[in-house]
């Protein structure tokens, strides 16, 4: 059974910084991406940044957030500093693997004094 399983949400105050972390498990099909998007109340799913071949930020994250993937233990890290009450939603880690995408359950990032 694939897994893919995000950590590292939370509450935290407007310019202070979270690091997400997201490992999947038990796929068996060579990975081309693996990123992150978000989802806030009443929006759509946006992307946040991928890396693979290449990486790559949505506009309103560049310069604030970092994406790191450590191939040897299949993870994807997500260092998000300056945190603005607008970075706040459910993060989700996506893998792409083969013709097919996985996504975690999603962890909840607030951003709010």
């Known amino acids: 059974q694939v897994d893919v399983v995000e950590s590292g949400g939370g509450l935290v105050q407007p310019g202070g910084s979270l690091r997400l972390s997201c490992a999947h498990y038990n796929i068996i099909f060579s990975i081309s991406d693996m990123g992150w998007y978000r989802q806030a109340p009443g929006k759509q799913r946006e992307l946040v940044a991928t890396t693979g071949r290449t990486t790559t930020y949505a506009d309103f994250v560049k310069g604030r957030f970092t994406i790191s993937r450590d191939y040897g233990k299949n993870t994807v890290d997500l260092q998000m500093n300056s945190l603005e009450p607008e970075d706040t939603a459910v993060y989700y880690c996506?893998?792409?693997?083969?013709?097919?995408?996985?996504w975690g359950q999603g962890t909840q990032v607030t951003v709010s004094s």
């Open positions: 996506n893998v792409v693997a083969g013709n097919s995408a996985y």
